[in-house]
Antibody, heavy 117, light 107 residues
Framework: AVQLVESGGGLVQPKESLKISCAAS????????MYWVRQAPGKGLEWVAR??????????YYADSVKGRFTISRDDSKSMVYLQMDNLKTEDTAMYYC????????WGQGVMVTVSS | NIVLTQSPATLSVTPGESVSLSCRAS??????IHWYQQKSNESPRLLIK???QSISGIPSRFSGSGSGTDFTLSINRVESEDFSIYYC?????????FGSGTKLEIK
């Protein structure tokens, strides 16, 4: 099946770190730019990070709100994309979605990250 | 960063009506705009890409238009399953951004 499945969410305290993962299947992962998008409770969608493909040198881009704290990476051999989140803040509390959109209409089910003391 | 302004924030309509949702960019973005639908407690779904390109499996009542800074998502004869939130997104810049959304609700 063509799908994205996130994992690794949970409850952490402010200033702590967390790494969430996304497993892809059913399509040629190595050809797809991948993204993380988040949605705080009751709020709209916010683009978080982007990683391009090998021919584009795995270039990465970040929203201003997370730049310097979050790192997106991928492992094409495992069809995985990751988001390492450091120095977490309460405002990072959100559902985090892995997606290949807009090139592919493919979204994960989301993983909840809660930052609270 | 490119700012996308969606209007109206809420649109109240009767099933069977046709509607237009607006998305305005803070600078020209050619046709690098995409539209998503999000129903409550679900992941978003891509409706239209690059302003007017249709997506496989999306009903033909959804269409998109525009270029430069002004874009429109049109729904011809709204059905009950269409009541949800709609977002536009730009990919002209390497730093992607979303609009704040338009909620389509039953009148």
């Amino acid at each position: 099946a063509v799908q994205l499945v996130e994992s690794g969410g949970g409850l952490v305290q402010p200033k702590e770190s967390l790494k969430i993962s996304c497993a892809a299947s059913g399509f040629t992962f190595s050809n797809a730019a991948m993204y993380w998008v988040r949605q705080a409770p009751g709020k709209g969608l916010e683009w978080v990070a982007r990683i391009r493909t090998k021919p584009n040198n795995y270039a990465t881009y970040y929203a201003d709100s997370v730049k310097g704290r979050f790192t997106i990476s991928r492992d094409d051999s495992k069809s995985m994309v990751y988001l390492q989140m450091d120095n977490l803040k309460t405002e990072d509390t959100a559902m985090y979605y892995c997606t290949a959109a807009p090139a592919k209409d493919l979204w994960g089910q989301g993983v909840m990250v809660t930052v609270s003391s | 960063n490119i700012v996308l302004t969606q209007s109206p924030a809420t649109l109240s309509v009767t099933p069977g009506e046709s509607v237009s949702l607006s998305c305005r960019a803070s600078q020209s973005i050619s046709t690098s705009i995409h539209w998503y639908q999000q129903k409550s407690n679900e992941s978003p779904r891509l409706l239209i890409k690059y302003a007017s390109q249709s997506i496989s499996g999306i009903p033909s009542r959804f269409s998109g238009s525009g270029s430069g800074t002004d874009f429109t998502l049109s729904i011809n004869r709204v059905e009950s399953e269409d009541f949800s939130i709609y977002y536009c997104q730009q990919s002209y810049s390497s730093l992607l951004t979303f609009g704040s959304g338009t909620k389509l609700e039953i009148k």
